[in-house]
Nanobody
Framework: QVQLVESGGGLVQAGGSLRLSCAAS????????MGWYRQAPGKQRELVAT???????NYADSVKGRFTISRDNAKNEVYLQMNILKPEDTAVYYC?????????WGKGTLVTVSS
């Protein structure tokens, strides 16, 4: 089992930055993949960025060049540095972990970008 707790959301003006953090706890030795998804009002949840334990990263086209995902495998934490935020980035951001074929989700943290 993996429990995920996000932090770092909030209100920011367009062009600003935020850093999200996610801490994983539970019964595991390591986590294969961790990442971030988001869900805007009235829209489906979508991938933002993922990172494997080996450092391979993947980004949605909409955030490439603006967001950076990173992991601290020793702390079992994953981060999302979000720069040049746009109003369309407004969403609930969910931490995600995939381990041995099972998927886990955090409860989400709200990011609101004002224009």
């Amino acid at each position: 089992q993996v429990q995920l707790v996000e932090s770092g959301g909030g209100l920011v003006q367009a062009g600003g930055s935020l850093r999200l953090s996610c801490a994983a706890s539970g019964s595991f030795f390591s986590i294969n993949a961790m990442g971030w998804y988001r869900q805007a009002p009235g829209k489906q949840r979508e991938l933002v960025a993922t990172a494997t334990s080996g450092g391979v990263t993947n980004y949605a086209d909409s955030v490439k060049g603006r967001f950076t995902i990173s992991r601290d495998n020793a702390k079992n934490e994953v981060y999302l540095q979000m720069n040049i935020l746009k109003p369309e980035d407004t969403a609930v951001y969910y931490c995600n972990a995939v381990n041995w074929g099972r998927t886990y989700w955090g409860k989400g943290t709200l990011v609101t970008v004002s224009s």
